[in-house]
């Protein structure tokens, strides 16, 4: 339990890069936070500990109604006695964004790996989308809308228990605590010291928890007469007098967008009615979101990690600065390499973990070297150390340099103040890895404001760079396109999307339907961008290498190019 990890996102080791599914530390969604056992807390922060521990068994177990009831062992079904699981207590020692120590939280989680998954049909719970985030913080910027946060204390907790009864036993270190401060319990105690209980509510850890409170969530805000989007069911669209309000749910965390303050209290009183404490920061220009430090600025939104940055760097002592996150050999593999030693190799897949959360969202150009490395968990070498190092050398050399959501007014000759248009990006670094598959880079921007960046090692092995090219517009063309359909949805007026090519043979094949097809397999994925050309969901147009943005996620560059195509993507300037 050292580290959580999202169960909502998927990681496959064998194909590498950072597709829509990342391995995600849990615990730093947030901001940095370190997990601790019972014993190990109280050891170490002694009385604020055991506060701690306290207030969230009596919130769980004494407030009324309770989450979970205690019960006698003996008014309990055989079939339910065999389907009780574990809980166990965590504290969290929390931290914001920018490092800076912010209170210690305690938690009891069920043990749901104990649960008979085929009980339960309905187990898995949407979350919004990363690019449907940042498209959300640009536009509302861009158009002076006031940008609110919303966490609703205990979310899980609101929603009532479904399903067959679930028997939970409370260990004895929680036990003593409860009993102490609450002599009524003691009657309960088994002989071990344990507790049995029935939950009640949506216990965190168990299987279902997550989706009853999303429906509990979402059924609310239906009520108040908001619309799920259809590309995204975590974002919710309402209006009120006319003005839109925009709303994005991350479990209990609410981006809430309104082009007036008292639309922002409007949906906090809404939530209120409903739920017993929601923590609300209403119209900030700068704030904390999903573990980034959110600055509201001159039509744009500047995102931070910096306490994230500083707690990575600390993992690694020593480090040495380097000006590029890698060198241009880095999808040579060294089979002489020697293997790290067991620990080295759990450290090196934890510090790996952490920098695909951080590359997503903050320095996109690290994605090339990362996705590789996310290709070397499991057998890491000496080789592949050294490119961890270099990386992280580089995130040194650029510590507390963010990232910019701002879209200019003009764009590639199109005005932005009246029509958004999509621009993608996809470029294809031909036979780039060792067994021949070629490497996918992509960045996908609303005007000149990158929403969407993806570095991804092909799945075929292609003939030549053509089809290469050919493979990589097949599989993110929809992208493009789903992502202005959901600017439509979201009220605002779009053009058609441009997806920009650099191989004018990989062009004429898509838009024309030239040449011949070595495999159906290539033909179908050709016809099908056709389609999408012939049909005008978007227009293919050249674009030189030099300017191909998806080149620096297709490859490891240096030089001025890297330099260039970086302040790019992330609409910063970096002074090197």
Request: glycine share 6%.
């Amino acid at each position: 339990y050292h580290h959580w990890f999202d169960p909502t996102v998927e990681f496959d080791e064998n194909q590498g890069g950072l597709d829509t599914g990342e391995m995600v530390p849990e615990d730093d969604i947030d901001g940095v936070v370190l997990n601790l056992s019972v014993k190990k807390g109280i050891s170490t922060y002694g009385v604020t500990a055991h506060d701690s521990i306290l207030r969230e068994v009596e919130q769980i177990v004494v407030d009324d109604p309770p989450k979970l009831q205690p019960v006698h062992r003996a008014d309990q079904t055989n079939d339910d006695m065999r389907r009780a699981i574990m809980s166990f207590m965590f504290l969290k020692a929390k931290q914001t964004p920018s490092g800076d120590f912010e209170k210690l939280k305690s938690r009891l989680v069920a043990n749901g790996k104990q649960q008979d998954e085929n009980l339960y049909t309905n187990k898995s719970s949407p979350t919004a989308k990363l690019e449907h985030i940042f498209v959300c913080l640009a536009v509302a910027a861009k158009m002076g809308w006031d940008h609110s946060v919303l966490d609703i204390t205990g979310a899980y907790l609101e929603a009532d228990w479904q399903g067959p009864n679930q028997l939970v036993w409370l260990e004895k270190s929680i036990v003593d605590i409860l009993v102490a401060a609450h002599p009524k319990y003691n009657k309960l105690v088994e002989k071990d010291g344990r507790m049995l209980t029935m939950a009640m509510k949506a216990l965190y850890g168990c299987l279902e928890s997550s989706r009853l409170w999303y429906d509990l969530l979402s059924s609310v805000l239906l009520k108040m007469e908001f619309m799920r989007s259809e590309l995204d069911p975590c974002i919710l669209i309402g209006h009120r007098k006319g003005r839109r309000i925009i709303i994005v749910i991350y479990v209990d965390d609410l981006l809430v967008l309104t082009q007036t303050i008292k639309d922002a209290e409007w949906v906090l009183c809404g939530l209120q009615e409903q739920f017993k404490q929601v923590k609300a920061k209403i119209g900030p220009t700068t704030f904390d979101y999903l573990g980034m430090q959110v600055e509201i600025k001159d039509q744009g939104a500047i995102l931070t990690m910096n306490g994230y940055e500083d707690a990575m760097i600390d993992m690694m002592p020593g480090l040495r600065e380097y000006k590029y996150p890698a060198a241009e050999d880095v999808f040579e593999i060294n089979n002489d390499s020697s293997p790290l030693s067991r620990s080295e190799a759990k450290e090196f897949h934890t510090i790996v973990a952490k920098l695909l959360y951080y590359a997503l969202r903050i320095k996109l150009e690290i994605q090339v070297v990362v996705g590789f490395l996310t290709t070397r968990v499991c057998e890491p070498t000496n080789d592949d150390l050294t490119k961890l190092v270099h990386a992280m050398g580089y995130i040194k050399r650029t510590r507390g340099r963010g990232r910019v959501l701002k879209i200019g007014n003009v764009v590639e000759g199109m005005d932005m103040n009246n029509c958004l248009t999509v621009f993608g990006h996809i470029d294809a670094a031909f036979g780039s890895h060792h067994d021949g598959k070629s490497h996918t880079g992509v960045v996908i921007r609303v005007g000149n404001c990158t929403v969407l960046s993806r570095s991804v090692k092909q799945k075929i092995v292609t003939r030549d760079s053509t089809e290469a090219e050919i493979v990589g517009c097949s599989d993110f063309v929809i992208e493009a396109v789903s992502l202005t359909e959901f600017l439509n949805e979201l009220g605002f007026s779009t053009t058609r999307p441009v997806v920009f090519q650099d191989n004018q043979s990989a062009i004429l094949m898509m838009t024309k339907g030239n040449g011949k097809d070595r495999t159906r397999h290539l033909r179908v994925r050709k016809y099908w961008v056709k389609e999408k050309c012939d049909d005008s969901d978007i227009i293919m147009q050249y674009k030189s290498t030099d300017n191909m943005l998806g080149d620096l996620m297709s490859k490891a560059k240096v030089g001025k190019q890297f330099v260039l195509m970086r302040n790019a993507i992330n609409c910063a300037e970096y002074d090197d």
